[in-house]
């Protein structure tokens, strides 16, 4: 290897300089509400920097736990998740493998039914009053079945199987008897871990993180998930009147309202900052599955 | 006769996708056919047939009133500059971080990079909320530190688009460039050795390696980028919308969502919501063929 010169010495160092910013200004955001929510609000509302936690003040946390509707919203987000990603499973998984087999007839006219809704759809008001009429208003069905199943990792899955199923295997399970059913379900599914986890991931994270469909499909309080409860309490501000009840100033009450913010936003983050480390490989690879085919 | 005998000796790969196929037409194509209230005066007695017909008139309704001019120049401004501004930073941060050599430092720096994706707008916004607030939030109290003025981020309309495309670059730019490190880790190596050889520095190498390399992959993110240029997220800005931002935050999809649901005038909010997805269809099409033309590559 050649010595590197001077201009490209100043290069390599440019970009770790600039690197360094930018992982420092994802992070910071991120650890600042974390050590932000038990810290002395004093301290946090002063502004400036914080690089560790000072003064200990776990009131926050406190009101935290004693809020019910935080936790009937993490208990919705929880079952409204498992139960929406088991049902894309069931739906994508099988699509996707039908539709990376070369001899099902039909195969193009299917894929281009499959690939319109990417890229137009009857819009929010006909699939409100689609919902509306077929009686799911209000239910858990009514998150679940409407995203049922997405047009694009549905392409992914069978992108992930055209290339990790060779036709080879599926011709010698023809010769001894196999089904499609058989093959499918002891060939098929055991060699595709790493994609159901992919899916898994990236279904699940859709239904956690959902906002609008349980905003406009749920009227009853203790049906609402997460997000919604979040948005009331962090950006509607109801925080101030309802967790805050007993007497004291103003001032006060503002006060601890800004510190549960931050608590309520890490106690809401808290699953997937615990899987994080471990999901986030699947992640990359299933992102790389996608972008064989562009 | 054949196909239908190979249909016929298939059928079970057709039950694998029944599922799949009844929620695409149930919930994909039925909302399409249901569009057709656009053209109607819609009420849930009749039913969608039953209606009686309006023909174009809540379009026109639309086209004349006098939100339509500030919903559609918000709509355009926000996904233009969105598509603009955020579309070149991944590929320029992915480029450059290919440069490092040491496999550690890559990785981690793009596992920090992404984890802002799994954050929920919700959160996002909640997150805005603090860090700009404009007497305890940490950029307010940068600029009175260093002697300015204290700047109401979130309540300003003529910064609700610099706060929107800002830290929608800070959530997904470690995202958006996986797709463009997986296409740079394909480069041949020879090429690079050979340009080594020959003198070539780092910049030039990226400019005429680098660069030509991905550029398919650029096309297509690209022309994909176009295609949801009017689906831009409305969530946020719903999410970011309040009462003194409105001139600047009020998009046709939050609009949609205002006089359909809330105030439901369903015909009106359809028609709306249809004009949105026809120019999308537009100028995906439109740009697919414009680059099949010039670029080579498209998607169909």
């Avoid at chain 1, 279904?203 to 997460?226: Q, V």
Wanted: proline share 4%; aromatic share 14%.
């Amino acid at each position: 290897m050649k010595a590197l010169t001077f201009n490209d010495r100043l290069f390599t160092v440019f970009i770790y300089i600039l690197m360094a910013f930018i992982t420092l200004s994802i992070l910071y955001p991120l650890y600042f509400i974390v050590i932000a929510s038990f810290t002395d609000p004093n301290i946090v509302n002063k502004g400036g920097i914080l690089l560790y936690p000072s003064k200990f003040y776990f009131d926050g946390y406190n009101k935290i736990f004693d809020y019910k509707p935080l936790w009937t919203g993490y208990a919705n987000s929880i079952l409204y998740t498992i139960c929406g990603t088991l049902v894309n499973l069931a739906v994508t998984i099988p699509a996707a493998y039908a539709l990376s087999r070369r001899d099902l007839a039909g195969r193009t006219p299917i894929m281009m039914l499959f690939v319109f809704t990417m890229f137009f759809s009857g819009g929010l008001i006909p699939s409100y009053l689609l919902i509306s009429k077929l009686g799911l208003l209000d239910s858990i069905w009514a998150l679940i079945l409407p995203t049922a199943a997405s047009v694009w990792n549905i392409i992914i899955t069978r992108t992930f199987f055209q290339s990790s199923i060779p036709d080879e295997m599926h011709e010698a399970a023809v010769v001894d008897g196999c089904t499609d059913f058989r093959f499918f379900f002891s060939m098929v599914l055991p060699l595709s871990k790493v994609i159901i986890a992919v899916m898994a991931l990236f279904y699940g994270i859709a239904h956690w993180n959902s906002f609008f469909e349980p905003l406009i499909y749920l009227t009853s309080d203790n049906k609402f998930p997460l997000q919604v409860i979040l948005r009331n309490l962090l950006i509607s501000n109801e925080v101030s009147n309802q967790m805050v009840l007993d007497p004291m100033s103003m001032a006060d009450r503002q006060r601890i309202a800004e510190q549960l913010k931050y608590g309520v936003i890490v106690a809401s983050c808290l699953p997937l900052l615990i899987a994080y480390p471990f999901i986030q490989k699947y992640f990359t690879q299933g992102v790389m599955i996608g972008s064989i085919k562009g | 006769m054949i196909r239908l005998g190979r249909i016929a000796k298939g059928w079970r790969l057709y039950v694998l996708l029944l599922p799949a196929l009844v929620y695409l037409i149930l919930f994909q194509y039925v909302p399409m056919y249901g569009v057709l209230i656009a053209f109607k005066d819609f009420n849930a007695i009749d039913g969608i047939l039953g209606s009686p017909w309006a023909g174009f008139i809540h379009f026109q309704e639309f086209f004349e009133s006098y939100v339509f001019k500030s919903l559609l120049t918000n709509t355009l401004k926000l996904s233009v500059f969105s598509l603009l501004i955020s579309f070149p930073i991944p590929i320029l941060f992915a480029l450059l971080l290919n440069q490092i050599r040491s496999r550690l430092t890559t990785r981690f720096v793009q596992t920090v990079t992404y984890a802002p994706y799994f954050i929920s707008t919700v959160v996002l916004v909640s997150m805005l909320n603090v860090f700009l607030a404009p007497s305890s939030g940490i950029i307010n109290n940068f600029i009175t530190f260093f002697g300015g003025e204290a700047v109401n981020f979130m309540a300003r309309a003529e910064w609700f688009r610099s706060v929107y495309i800002t830290s929608g670059i800070w959530q997904t730019m470690g995202f958006s460039a996986i797709i463009y490190m997986a296409a740079l880790s394909s480069v041949n190596p020879e090429l690079h050795e050979v340009a080594i050889v020959d003198g070539a520095s780092k910049l030039k190498r990226i400019r005429h390696i680098d660069i030509p390399s991905i550029m398919p992959t650029i096309v297509i993110m690209f022309i994909l980028g176009i295609g949801s240029i009017m689906s831009v997220g409305w969530e946020k800005a719903f999410l970011m919308q309040q009462g003194m931002n409105l001139t600047a935050s009020e998009i046709i999809s939050t609009y949609v969502y205002k006089i359909g649901l809330l105030n439901a005038q369903y015909s009106m909010a359809t028609a709306i919501g249809l004009f949105n997805s026809l120019i999308n269809f537009t100028l995906l099409i439109l740009s697919n063929s414009l680059s099949k033309r010039v670029m080579g590559s498209s998607l169909w």
